[in-house]
């Protein structure tokens, strides 16, 4: 080996062994040098070398010392630092902006939301208004301790080399990416940006409804609706990043024209558009949570308007979701966003239609459930990506 | 490590070295021991030992020498041999039983198609012509100097936990894989079962129009249908092995009860017996291949209700393709079986189907085509899938 390819192998290795090591803290904290060592396979020697550069670059802290069966010198444990370093996720939704802040060890440190119609808004007015809320949430979270070291950014549309497609913004081919980069500071994991389905997928798969599912569905319903699939712990994105349009699945062979350029889709009876609509609520408000907000009440008091809508969603959900778990074969469905709140009028329907559709070929059902963290499950799911950035590669923050 | 761990690592390396080394003969032959060496990265000592080994266990043979710009002392090369080591691929279909023997090379040496009802038909008898099948082929195989080494068999069925529920063959929770491994000769590489679209998809994917996509998805027509999802050249199981009930995702919530439990499937439209039923054709002949045959001179006399069978399956096919595309976003759709037949009538709906729904938010759409194996590409997939874990293990021949 050449003498330059030889130092490149060795940096290679040192970093993978940083990122073993800062993995085994994460999932065994408070956890020993010993311990660390046999959990990494690497000698005691290079474990403690590792531990002295991740206390050095503040992403773990000496804990309380452990006595093991009360013999012996105690060891010196350590732990996920829950500071400074931490991670933003952003949300541009049809209806709101939000952000939120993780720490190292994943709890939320900071959050806000923007409410305000996105919908036709330009791109770039949107970016300015998202690089906004980064700003005043990053001021909040350095009044704190906190140092924002990495950005990601759901966004409700598709990446097609680079651009986004989002029909319910307006936006066609917008390149994202380099306009979020150009308008959010400089970190040292930059800008990571995805649909905020697969962002949500993993929000609740780390921190949710999804913890310990191995392979599920997670359904993400507002303006659009969507899906993130995760397969063995991790996304499926298909063969160009575009998997998961379940909004475009076609539930009504004559249903109404949809912005995708087909009809008849499951979006336009489930989205949220589509649900006011029907109920007959009008979207005066200029905000999606009063609209939802008095859907679900309306639901509560039995209104007949509001209950159609509901029972039309449900169809169209059960069609499309016993279709996805025919295809997909997943241990559980989430149901999140707007579907969450609306869980108790949609998930019979759609759990008595997955038990009854292929069951006598599976010999299994999969659970239907409402995603835990509400309307939140995107935006956690993007700061939890920027974290799990760090966990990759905490070297790049050297 | 202690001494015998030692050894099993040692017969690991070996193992994957001899792996290694036959893949990139089948890549790149005829070659010489020399650009072997460059290919694995092994040493021209331990290719030299490896390539001994292979040609003692009858897997490659010595090419004609090969001079490289016309100077030095010509290479030796080394090339798969087309024989004596063989796989066998079986099919059970309601209509048929299919047997199909591949060399190393990927050549089809001997095929065998039995018609006959196995619908409803005892389990233990169908496998007990399979292997009446068998043993014929494997006879006709020996006097082509070719011995068999593994056996796959693809089932119209899905497989839960070593049971193979098949409605359209009235099989539920057969211990197909032990019925088979029983009635089977005993084999170095023993007996797999799969899911015939799974085979199918495979068999595409190797031999027939899904070469070179990397992400695909087969949809098998026969009595049943299903579909076999191929994602970066592997295939998508799902959580439990069940993925790609496509005959089971609902294209008419109005429609016609189905074996699976649910109602309005594709199955019940797009399926054999659907379509004979529509155009008015009698399955009174017993066998498919007659049915299909009449339902093919009809479509091309014009005749109105086998059209109108042809546009209700195509329309079908349309609805669940579409959503299949928008879930999974694959580059190509492949249509199999008796839908590869039937291609004239269907692929244009589809197609245009395709290329309408999600058009606007992927900005590309799939290319839609008929397998080119036709009614073959299970058979051809399950006998690759025997030659597969020849090359993934070679050793075991030893």
């Known amino acids: 080996m050449p003498e330059n390819a030889r130092a490149t192998h060795l940096d290679a290795v040192r970093e993978r062994n940083l990122a073993s090591v800062l993995g085994a803290v994460a999932h065994h904290q408070p956890v020993t040098r010993a311990r660390l060592a046999e959990l990494t396979g690497l000698t005691k020697t290079t474990v403690t070398g590792q531990v002295a550069v991740l206390e050095r670059l503040r992403l773990v802290v000496g804990a ?63 970016v300015a208004a998202l690089a906004d809320l980064a700003g005043r949430i990053a001021a909040e979270a350095a009044a704190s301790g906190l140092d924002i070291v990495g ?4 966004l409700p549309g598709v990446l097609v080399e680079d ?35 697969n962002f949500g997928a993993l929000g609740e798969l780390w921190y949710g409804a999804g913890q310990g599912a191995g392979s599920y569905l997670y359904l993400s319903g507002e303006t659009g609706v969507g899906a993130g699939i995760v397969v063995g712990g991790k996304l499926f994105r298909g063969a160009h990043g575009a998997a998961g349009e379940l909004g475009h699945v076609v539930v009504d062979p004559d249903g109404r024209p949809c912005r995708c350029g087909g009809a008849g889709c499951l979006e ?59 295809l997909l074969d997943p241990d559980t469905v989430v149901l999140g966003g707007i579907h969450a709140r609306l869980a108790p009028w949609l998930v019979p329907t759609v759990e008595a239609a997955v038990a009854r559709s292929g069951s006598r070929l599976r010999g299994r059902t999969p659970a239907v459930r409402a995603a835990s963290l509400g309307t939140e499950s995107a935006v956690r799911g993007a700061a939890g990506t920027a974290i799990a950035r760090i966990f990759a590669d905490p070297g790049a923050l050297a």
Do not use: H, K
């Not at 307006?170 to 649909?195: C, E, I, K, S, Y």
């Not at 005066?284 to 209950?307: W, Y």
């Open 64 to 126: 309380d010392p452990v006595r093991v069966g009360g013999r012996g010198r105690p060891g010196a444990p350590v732990s996920l630092a829950p500071g400074p370093v931490a991670g933003l996720g952003l949300e541009v939704n049809g209806q709101y902006l939000a952000a939120c802040v993780l720490d190292m060890t994943g709890a939320v440190r900071a959050r806000a939301t923007v409410a305000g119609d996105n919908r036709g808004r330009r791109p770039d007015a949107t």
């Open 151 to 154: 950005t990601a950014v759901a």
């Open 163 to 197: 651009r986004v497609n989002a029909p319910n913004l307006g936006w066609d081919a917008v390149p994202a990416a380099d306009l979020l980069t150009a308008a959010l500071p400089v970190q040292p994991f930059g800008v990571t940006v995805d649909n905020e389905a």
């Open 268 to 326: 336009q009876v489930a989205g949220l558009d589509a649900l006011l609509r029907t109920a007959g609520i009008p979207d005066a408000s200029g905000t999606a949570a009063a609209g939802l907000a008095e859907l679900e009440r309306r639901l509560a008091e039995g209104d007949p308007a509001a209950l159609q809508a509901a029972a039309a969603a449900g169809a169209g959900l059960a069609i499309a979701l016993t279709g996805a778990v025919n």
